[in-house]
């Protein structure tokens, strides 16, 4: 079957003119939610902007208006560049291994534990995959720091009993302090996608699944096959919200490492604070988070884009 | 500047409502229907010294104001700490609050406009004929609030300073006894290294093993240095002696294993909790620590010594009580802080194991608190407090806590590890400086 082209209304004009005027009576609806939007996101936003062009120590400090001179200085900072490049390392611990990981547990559970067990021991176990989420970060920083510290913690503990002579420090060596943080985001990160893909599979129809099941497609052929496309648009609000919460990622590192040791997990948003608060460079603290939020901005529309176009290709193919 | 204010209010009046800063409803000490409301902020532990002692002055502050309601409010050191610069643009402030000195801190709130200048009570009440002249530094601030000169802005009423806590059992097992000098010091650390034991209990993502640095600075170090390190009296290398000398000393001392290679991402607790558990022979920490050590240690006989060979200590006046700017009452908060410093109160502070900055040791009872108060009195009386190696600029603490990760890691020499601090002491200082 030939797919039908998209053709772009002729008439829109006079069409968009008349929908315009059906909608004018519910205008005031929107009020609140504008009213909403403008004082917790918009004028935190232009404020922040506007305190990014000044050198200032905040309080009532005067402010002396320096235009583009924090983002200038920010090109040449290096901790600037290496917490963006830290970033990059948080989207594989908070996106790409939690989603892989995610998506097979989703498949385990949803095809072999739900049916050859009961739906019931699925539902547990998928609970407790999601517990790391459910529990305070710092909750969870302080139990890893149990399990990480060098001396004390309870994974040298064990290799120390296993012979281990000089155990790895965790969290206080720069090669090590990062992939360790990375460990504790993909063990927070990990019920998220297995939740979201299992309730996806749900929707799958069960029909696709037998009939390639008659025509002697195997467990992995018809993962494949079937489970990855079928739940594309919720890979999508996966990947986009985790890539967003692996940009601005915060919490974790200020209870594992407060960035370093030696900068080595310094991540923007802590940068950011960093300055903000400890500095008092309020200006450049400010340079920072607009940087972060364009940088945010921008992957989201990238994946937004992708995701449409995806949708567009199944549309299409249909 | 009302711009900035109302403008910086709002963004983060907005933005801050989901950390609880808004500490609704506490502050100010509003005059409601004729009765006044003082309000302090504290953010003590119910046990520690300093609150017992203000207890008993709050008091005898509400027996000499019946009128007056007073209310306290506890808060957390790190939420004022990060915060005050922000809550303290408001009207909901508090009558008087305690917070930390220095440069960086209160230093950071006076060149804000955020707290009252205290000179005309200082002056009022005798604080500054009172008080020891080093302790004062601490409480007098410029307009780039920079310590040492300018207004009082601030007042101390109980001291700290940074000593070394000792086992003494693991000392007479080895057969060691109290080192007087640097030397014997490391003669100390040696036997301890031979017999499998690392003498120092440190930790590196924190600030016991930046203090530890500071402290070996200043075993080569006169008043003169801690000036122009702390306020600005002159120019710091950062090549030369003394911080060449007490780096590479340090430097040494990892090398030789005083202090443990994997204490890098220890914090102070891990540090203090492993002379707790009776792990390390010495731990070269704070007076802050010496409640814990009484209550905690239950396995060993522990002792204090002053770091050898050197007059300078870390160490400094308590944290301070301020008045912000746009309190309500500051009359009655001079009058209160005047009240700590009183006999009583600082009486109370001494027999609650906390240093009070006015009053008589030999009153005290128990031998480790009169010794530990004396030997404050000493510090004081030679002139001997040095700070904290934080305090000069802004954010300068992490990178201290970086370029002591860099030693214990191996990654980078002592040379190395003071051009990063000497590049960041200088932009610090130059930002403090170019108001």
Known sequence: MPAPTRTRPQAAGPRTRRSRRRSLPYLPYLIPGALAFTVIILYP?????????????????????????????LLADEKFWSSFQNSMFMIVAMVLVPTLIGLLLAAVLFDYVGKHFS??????????????????????GIVWNWILNSQTGALNSILRGLGVDAPPNWLGSTSLALPSVMLVLIWIQIGYPTVIFMSALQRVDPELYEAAELDGAGWFARFRAITVPQIKPETFVIVLTCTIAALKVFAPVYVLTRGGPESSTLVPSYYSYLNFFDKSKVGYGAAVSTVLTLVIIVIAGVIQVLQNRSARREEEGR | M????????????????????????????SSEGGATTFVIWDYETETSAQAIAWKRAIEIFKDRHPEVEVRTVEQTFEQLQKNAKIVLTGDDVPDVMEFNKGNSTSGQLASQGLITPLTDYAAKYGWDSALPASLQTTARYTEAGLMGAGDWYGVPNYGEYVFVYYNKDMFEQAGLTVPTTLEELESVCDAFVAQGIVPFAEAGSEYPMGQLWYQLVLTQADRNFVNAYQLFQGDVDWRADPIKAGTERLASWIGKGYVAADSAGLTAEDAGASFVAGRHPMFVSGSWWFARMVADIAGFEWDQFLFPGTDLYPGSSGNLWVVPANAKNPDLAAEFIDITLSEEVQAVFAQHGGLPVLGDPTTIEDDKTRVMTENFQEILDGDGLAFYPDWPVAGFYDQIVSAMQSLINGSKTGAEAMADLAAAYEEGKAEIVDV
């Open chain 1, 45 to 73: 936003l232009v404020m922040n902007i506007w305190y990014s062009l000044h050198k200032w120590k905040g309080g009532m400090a005067p402010m002396r208006f320096i235009g583009l001179g924090n983002y200038s200085e």
């Open chain 1, 119 to 140: 739906s019931s021991v699925a539902s547990t176990l998928r609970a407790m995959y999601y517990l790391p989420q459910i529990l305070p970060v710092a909750v969870a």
């Open chain 2, 2 to 29: 009302k711009i900035n204010r109302r403008a910086f209010t709002g963004l983060m009046g907005t933005t801050l409502l989901g950390l609880g800063l808004a500490a609704c409803g506490s502050g100010s000490g």
